[in-house]
């Protein structure tokens, strides 16, 4: 038994290793925790990258269908049933010097007799050659990892 300085009887601890094995203890809770939250913090950013991969080429597509509406209104497509497509390369980012393919294709549907159609977008500027003929756009993006979008139109001049 062991004294303090007024007298007292206290027993001695034995705290041989306590406080060695409590800091190996919690070191390894924290470096679990980190390791949990970077396998967290990476797999969210791929997530991330793929749905902007994805947004890249449906706004590919939609490019497409843009660019088949300027040909309309320049007269580069003729009233016939279906004209042989284009193709629109375009470049990503993240794959470098790598080019892919938006594949649009238009299509004479028929004339529209003076009454709109709902869900069409009419161009307002139809002129009076080709008033009231109506076309189908058809666009495919084909992108990186098997990325796909198609977008299809009906558009009125």
Aim: charged share 15%; with cysteine.
């Amino acid at each position: 038994m062991a004294g303090d300085r007024i007298g007292r009887a206290h027993k001695k601890q034995v705290e041989r290793g306590v406080a060695l094995i409590s800091v190996l203890v919690i070191s390894i809770i924290v470096l679990l925790a980190i390791g949990g939250l970077y396998i967290l913090l990476t797999r969210m950013f791929e997530s991330g990258q793929t749905i902007r991969t994805y947004t890249s080429v449906k706004d590919s597509a939609k490019g497409g269908v843009e660019m088949a509406i300027i040909r309309i209104r320049s007269d580069d497509v003729s009233p016939t049933h279906c004209t042989q497509g284009f193709v629109v390369p375009f470049r990503l980012v993240q794959t470098g010097d790598q080019t892919f393919d938006t594949r649009v294709s238009v299509c004479f549907v028929g004339q529209v007799a003076g009454y709109g159609i709902a869900g069409v977008a009419y161009s307002g500027m139809g002129g009076a050659t080709q008033s009231g003929y109506m076309y189908r756009i058809v666009s495919e993006a084909i992108g990186p990892q098997g990325s796909f979008s198609r977008v299809e139109a009906v558009y009125i001049r």
